[in-house]
Nanobody
Framework: QLHVVESGGGLVQPGGSLRLSCAAS????????IGWFRQAPGKEREGVSC????????KYANSVKGRFTFSRENAKNTVYLQMNSLKPEDTAVYYC???????????????WGQGTQVTVSS
């Protein structure tokens, strides 16, 4: 079975940090582009970040640029999203997805994880 599992969500105060993990099983995550998405209540799902494993190119949504950092650990078949300076508007369910491998760091999802809740509140 092919599967991706997110973890690391939780409750954090504004200005705090969280690190989300996305672990793959049944396939090598490094062979695909990887995308992070989020969906807040009442809003459409939006792209947060996308990494091309072939080129190393990483893109971030303007709303998170400078605050979020995408990284990977190939030995564990896992990628991470480090989220710093969190704001209440970052509150959402965050999803990891394996995507079509491209040089351009586009993220067209192939396989979605189940999502992990991030809540930023005092």
């Amino acid at each position: 079975q092919l599967h991706v599992v997110e973890s690391g969500g939780g409750l954090v105060q504004p200005g705090g940090s969280l690190r989300l993990s996305c672990a793959a099983s049944g396939f090598t995550l490094d062979n695909y582009n990887i995308g992070w998405f989020r969906q807040a209540p009442g809003k459409e799902r939006e792209g947060v970040s996308c990494m091309s494993t072939s080129s190393g190119s990483t893109k971030y949504a303007n709303s998170v640029k400078g605050r979020f950092t995408f990284s990977r650990e190939n030995a564990k078949n896992t990628v991470y999203l480090q989220m710093n300076s969190l704001k209440p508007e970052d509150t959402a369910v965050y999803y990891c997805a394996a995507a079509e491998p491209t040089v351009q760091a586009a993220c067209v999802p192939i396989l979605w994880g189940q999502g992990t809740q991030v809540t930023v509140s005092s």
